[in-house]
Structure formats: structure tokens, C-alpha cells
């Protein structure tokens, strides 16, 4: 049974860490924490600022046509249209299916805000989506998943499309999965069925999903994993709520991939900021390492895992750290090593073996090119951080103005609810299961009398649990 939003207790003291570590947070919830959650968002996305004219312009030279390539010139031009007055995107999902249930909640309100806007512009969910993650990362992008009636409760199916041997390779610019794959998890849902494991019909539904989405001929066609993950979402949410055109299209392009191309077409010759930042050496120990550090208050990868970008194995696709050396960036046991300079980064850049990092991914789209950016609690105080750091370098002559406190990810909206009365976050193949035709008016209504403030009561548990309490203080 599903069951939107759930009461929860407020927690003056699990409250008072997370402000603590969190200041900017708890200035949203102060400000806007008594609006309905539709309020809210559209409240969030009214206040969107205006980038610098044509930067955007550039940005959009680069977007529109990758864009067409994945969704098709008519989707294109809307997304193009409200770009030009909504310069926003999500930037907190994982580029995979979209199936677990922050992602779920997070773009159905985002959906719900743009309603409440009331612009006809507002017609797509665009989505930034980490494509750097592993293909075991909690999100499950090897696989689907949903789960199952077990007696009592519900029991978590997982059935893997990817191989386990690739289980540590990362999302960005791997292969497609074949219609082999789509065969293999259609026989292990039978065998599910035949244990009675899964109920028949809902067998039968993930079948039929299976069949007119993942084994759709346009994404077999797809030249990598992470088109075909873009493909299957936007037919998986026009599933999900039966062709409601009010929950808007749900567009995932891969953060990693825009900001290649951004930086192959207008930074590798230009004497851009972004030039300078990655060419520059004296931007090495003035600029890059000390705002890198100063983000660990909020991320903890350890100097962000690399230095500006990931190198990539050309056997498996795995992450390999890279340190600078000189003007080289190169793996610690230099097998990879990769110039830094124009060229040779653009080469590295259009063979898809370098990977951005955290830092460039949001040194490029926040603030070079001032995409408001809408993520979740951590997000929004590195991405402050970030701006204050940079406008204050002088690096740039044009100040970032991109709006970093835009909370919109870390809030489950939609459960399962078990006979032991136990509310389980709703996966997104739970609703093509659970979810009647009027799924979008139900859910729509239901987040009218749900309160910001009583959303995030209700997380308080989960959000106290995701940093470590004995991490330092952030400074706001």
C-alpha cells in the first residue's frame, strides 16, 4: 500500500547537530520550513538568478545538441526555451535508473513546484547525474530492483543487467548492455515468479516493463550505458505516472559529459578563466588546493579523491586517482600520464579517458557559467563555499551570482507501508507496481499538506545518520 509523506517527531537536539554543521540549512528551514512543499519548491524555483547573458548562451551551444541526441530535437528546443529563463538543473542524482527513492521524491517535487509556477516553459525535470559512480554504488545502477510482498513486510528484489565483474567500473562511457542481459533478468523474474517470490501479476508488469522500456530498440541502439540509462528514464517516469504530462519529462544527461564538452568546445584554446585555472600552474597552490581542502569540510574524499579529473583503465573503466607532477597529471604508479596542456587534454577529454572530478564539475557549470545547481544539504554549503572562494580570487571578471541555497534532494515523500504498519522509501518500480492512473493527482495533493518543516522532521534520522557527528564544525 502506498502511503504519501509520514508524520515525525522534531528533534530539538539531532536538530541543533545538523544546524550546527549545517548552518545554511537551517536558514531554509527557518525561513521556509512552514511553507507546503509545492510552496516551497516553487518558492525555490522563482528566486533563480540570472547568469551573465552570454555565458548561458555558450552553455546552451553546447547542451542543445547533446540534448537532441538522447531526446530528440522537439524536447530540445523546450529545454533550450526554458533554459533561457529557468537556468537551472538537479545535480544530486546518480546516473543509473531511476529507482531509488530520494531520486524518486526529489524530481516528483521539483515536478510539483513547476506546476505551482505556472509556466508553460517549466515542461522538463533536467537532471545533472554523477556517471563517475561504480556500477555497485547503493543506487544500483548494475540492475533493477523493487520490492517484493514477503508475508508481513516487503523483501528488496534485486536482478543485476551488468555482469558482477564490472561491479567496481564506473557508469561514465561504458558500454551498453546487450539484449542478452534484458533476456537474463526476464528469466530471473520468472524463476522469482515460480518461487513465489513475486506475485504473478506484478511479475508479469515488470516483464512487460522490461520489454517495452529496457528492451526498447532505440536503447539497444545506444552507443553507451549512459545514453541508454537517459532513454530508459524518460520512458520509466512517463510509466511510472501514466503519461501525466504535469509530472513533466524527466531528462538525464551525465554531469561528466556536459562538462567535457564544455570545456573541449570554449576552453582549450580561449584564454578562458577555466583556461587559465587548469593550465596555469601558479593556480595550482593559490587557487585549486586550498578550495579543494576547504570543501573536505563538507565531502571528506580525501583532496576530493583526484587532481581535476579521474583517469580511466582502458580494460574495466576503473577510477584511477591522478596526482599533478609538473604540468602531468599521472597515476601513482605512472602508468597513466596525461600532459596538462590543450591538447593533449583535449585528446584525453574526446577519448572519454579523463573523468571530471567534484571540483571541476561544479568549477565549470556553477561558477564559470552560473547554473543554479539543486542538490541536497551538503551541496548547498560547498556550493557556497565555492562562490565565496572564487569571487574573492579575482580570477574572474565576471562574479559567479548562481544561487547556491536550493534544497531539493534528501526528502522521502512516498512508501510502502507493510501489515507491521512499517513505512518502507518507495523504489520506482514500487509504483509502476503500486501506483493507480491517478498517481499524480494523489501525490500532488497529498504534498499540499505536507510542510517543509514536517518533511524534514520526518528524515531527521536519516539525515543525522549521513555525516559523521564527530566531523568538524562547517564554517558558514
Not at 501506483?435 to 536519516?462: C, H, R, V
Amino acid at each position: 500500500m502506498l502511503v504519501f509523506g509520514k508524520s515525525g517527531v522534531n528533534d530539538p537536539a539531532k536538530l541543533e547537530t545538523i544546524f550546527a554543521k549545517r548552518p545554511l540549512l537551517g536558514e531554509i528551514l527557518k525561513k521556509s520550513g512552514h511553507l507546503s512543499l509545492p510552496a516551497y519548491m516553487a518558492e525555490t524555483l522563482k528566486k533563480i538568478s540570472e547568469p551573465h547573458s552570454e555565458r548561458r548562451t555558450e552553455f546552451l551551444k553546447t547542451m542543445e545538441p547533446l540534448v537532441g541526441k538522447r531526446f530528440g530535437k522537439t524536447i530540445a528546443d523546450s529545454v533550450r526555451k526554458q533554459l533561457e529563463k529557468y537556468f537551472w538543473m538537479s545535480s544530486a542524482d546518480h546516473h543509473g535508473s531511476a529507482q531509488s527513492s530520494l531520486v524518486i521524491s526529489s524530481n516528483a517535487l521539483l515536478s510539483v513546484g513547476c506546476g505551482d509556477v505556472e509556466d508553460p516553459l517549466l515542461q522538463n525535470i533536467i537532471v545533472l547525474s554523477c556517471s563517475s559512480v561504480s556500477q555497485n554504488n547503493e543506487d544500483y545502477p548494475r540492475g533493477i530492483m523493487l520490492h517484493a510482498e514477503d508475508r508481513d513486510t516487503y523483501r528488496l528484489l534485486k536482478y543485476p543487467l551488468l555482469h558482477h565483474d564490472y561491479r567496481n567500473s564506473a557508469v561514465f562511457h561504458f558500454q551498453p548492455y546487450e539484449k542478452s542481459a534484458v533476456d537474463k533478468v526476464s528469466e530471473a523474474l520468472q524463476k522469482s515468479m515460480r518461487k513465489k517470490e513475486l506475485q504473478d501479476p506484478h511479475g508479469k508488469k515488470i516483464l512487460s516493463v522490461l520489454q517495452s522500456i529496457y528492451a526498447k530498440e532505440e536503447v539497444l541502439q545506444s552507443k553507451s550505458l549512459c545514453e541508454q540509462f537517459s532513454r530508459i528514464n524518460f520512458d520509466l517516469w512517463k510509466e511510472i505516472f501514466h503519461q501525466d504530462v504535469r509530472a513533466k519529462n524527466l531528462l538525464y544527461i551525465e554531469f561528466e559529459e556536459i562538462v567535457n564538452a564544455l570545456l573541449i568546445d570554449h576552453h582549450m584554446d580561449a584564454k578562458t578563466p577555466l583556461h587559465a585555472i587548469l593550465f596555469d600552474p601558479a593556480f595550482d597552490a593559490s587557487f585549486i588546493r586550498p578550495l579543494c581542502t576547504r570543501m573536505e569540510e563538507f565531502i571528506r574524499q580525501g583532496a576530493l579523491g583526484t587532481y581535476l579529473f579521474w583517469g580511466l583503465t582502458p580494460d574495466k573503466n576503473y577510477r584511477v586517482r591522478l596526482e599533478r607532477v609538473g604540468n602531468t597529471l599521472q597515476s601513482a604508479d605512472g602508468i597513466l600520464r596525461y600532459p596538462l596542456e590543450p591538447a593533449a587534454l583535449k585528446k584525453a577529454l574526446e577519448d572519454r579517458l579523463l573523468m571530471p572530478n567534484i571540483f571541476t564539475l561544479f568549477l565549470v557549470v556553477y561558477l564559470y557559467y552560473g547554473l543554479n545547481c539543486m542538490g541536497g544539504f551538503n551541496q548547498l554549503h560547498y556550493l557556497d563555499l565555492m562562490k565565496r572562494f572564487y569571487n574573492e580570487s579575482g580570477i574572474d571578471e565576471l562574479p559567479c551570482t548562481a544561487e547556491s541555497n536550493l534544497y531539493t534532494f534528501g526528502l522521502d515523500t512516498i512508501f510502502l507501508r507493510d501489515k507491521a504498519d512499517t513505512l518502507i522509501p518507495v523504489l520506482g518500480l514500487d509504483l509502476v507496481l503500486e501506483g493507480s492512473a491517478t498517481l499524480w493527482a494523489e501525490y500532488a495533493q497529498a504534498m499540499k499538506e505536507l510542510t517543509l518543516q514536517s518533511a524534514f522532521d520526518a528524515n531527521t534520522d536519516i539525515i543525522y545518520g549521513i555525516f559523521s557527528i564527530t566531523e568538524s564544525p562547517a564554517t558558514p
